[in-house]
């Protein structure tokens, strides 16, 4: 069965970056599309962006769009979700999830079967 971690969260000042990671085991990541998505506290989960299985494709969150970028690089089994320009409003857990195939409508990811347990990203000064 497919199981996910992520890491490279932490506490950043506004303006910084990180790059998160989604790591697979037990399986490998080459069929299934991947999605990034976050939890403020006291808001909804809410997906931030998306990746076919070949890479090919790509989605983004407005609010993230041209501050945010996915890959992937199937070889390690892991997908990036690299954050630059960061803004306080960004702060929340962030959970990577796989599925055979990611449907957006309107702006909602669906499709996901196995989700890691997130983790958490601070931006304050």
């Known amino acids: 069965q497919l199981q996910l971690v992520e890491s490279g969260g932490g506490l950043v000042q506004p303006g910084g970056s990180l790059r998160l990671s989604c790591a697979a085991s037990g399986s490998t990541l080459d069929y299934y599309a991947i999605g990034w998505f976050r939890q403020a506290p006291g808001k909804e989960r809410e997906g931030v962006s998306c990746i076919s299985s070949s890479g090919g494709n790509t989605n983004y969150k407005d609010s993230v769009k041209g501050r945010f970028t996915i890959s992937r690089d199937n070889a390690k089994n892991t997908v990036y979700l690299q954050m630059n320009s960061l803004k306080p409003e960004d702060t929340a857990v962030y959970y990577c999830?796989?599925?055979?195939?990611?449907?957006?409508?309107?702006?909602?990811?669906?499709?996901?079967?196995?989700w890691g347990k997130g983790i958490l990203v601070t931006v304050s000064s």
């Open positions: 999830a796989a599925g055979s195939t990611i449907v957006v409508v309107g702006g909602k990811y669906y499709g996901m079967d196995y």
